[in-house]
């Protein structure tokens, strides 16, 4: 349970802006003639772009919830893990 919840205080953490921490990730503009290009890239429509990094990170953290039995009892869920996921 405390790596699923220090890994969402971390993510919360570093999106603070007024922690004036370093950036968490970093995403360059670079020249290749004849155009400029991101890097990585940050078409939504790609998984190996950025969104498809931060939605993977996401979705690991959010599968732990799905490796912890839970504590108290519940009719519907045996871990964590929110319905739906």
């Known amino acids: 349970m ?3 919840l220090r890994s969402l205080e971390y993510i919360a953490e ?4 007024t922690l004036n921490l370093p950036p968490l990730f970093e995403v360059a ?3 290749e ?13 790609r998984p190996d772009g950025f969104p498809g990094l931060v939605k993977t990170l996401i979705n690991d953290i959010v599968h732990m919830a799905g490796l912890i039995k839970r ?3 519940c009719e519907c869920q ?5 319905c739906g996921s």
């Open 78 to 82: 045996t871990t964590y893990q929110v």
């Open 2 to 4: 405390n790596v699923l």
């Open 14 to 17: 570093n999106m603070d802006p």
């Open 29 to 31: 503009l670079m020249l």
């Open 33 to 45: 003639e004849p155009s400029l290009v991101f890097v990585p890239v940050l078409d939504a429509n």
């Open 71 to 73: 504590v108290a009892a």
